[in-house]
């Protein structure tokens, strides 16, 4: 092991056989590599998710475990960030991947901005690891002015799980991930992250996120209910960072947002009931309100690339 490494990158991993080694080979790929220390927590069914990763053992700086005790990706991660050696985490899912020049970037980043949360755009690919499209932040380049970043974080979560990466002493004061949240833990990371230290945003995609058919964002989305409250809980914890003057607007975006949501995720299993009813939220906001709600949401970004995989078979 490197005395030194300069990233963590924290993998929860359960039965993820299938996409394993196309995550550990994206970190293999990058030159600064030999500096970034790989995490590896798993909680399978089998052996064969941690026989795989332990393959890349001679290529990467990995510490590769079994922790059944951990059930949850939450648990694994927040596991991770306590033993992590880094100054700077940041988690890799088991089907993500970094795209090439990812760790040049982040250090460049780093370098130049002290923030507690670093994000960049990402692209979104299918079970084959095709492209399906884009995933970007509405944000601007570099350090985010905090009333920005607040004012439209709060209506969506538009961060690609694998994008962020943050510093560790930041992430252990803010608690690390909220385990009663199975599906929004990662967006109210970020809030509180954000608030804590600031964030800064690199538009050019550097990292993949891929759907497919078992994945939490489909599997979870199941639970209509549950999936539209899990949202709702992000917002109200956080809807005093918005500022003052804007937080009315803001919570009508993000409960259009929500109900929105709910109601593609309700069509992707199915039943299009609530697809008028959230049509009628999102224009009663107005001209102005649709603009920036439409912009918040990256709804785009977001529907396009699943619809792609749907009519394709891949979804």
Known sequence: MSPDPWLSVVIPSWNGQRWIAAALGSLCAEPEAAGIECILIDSSDGPETLAIAEGFAGRLMLRAMR???LPGWQEKTNHG???ARAPHV???HQDDLWLPGRAAALRRAIAAEP???HLNASVIIGAAGQRLGPWRCPLPAG??????LFARLLVQNFVAMPAPVFRRDAVLAAGGLDTALWYTADWDLWLKLAAAGGASYDPVARTAFRIHGTSLTVTGSRSLTDFAAQQRIVVERHIALAPAARRAAVRRRAEASIAVNAALAGALNGGAGALPRAAWQVLRLGPRGMAGYLRDSRLLDRVLPRLRAKLTGAL
């Not at 350090?143 to 920005?148: A, S």
Request: with cysteine; proline share 11%.
């Open 67 to 69: 922790r059944d005790d």
């Open 81 to 83: 960030f306590a033993i």
């Open 90 to 92: 940041c988690t890799l």
């Open 115 to 117: 923030a507690a949360l």
């Open 143 to 148: 350090p985010v002015p905090r009333e920005t």
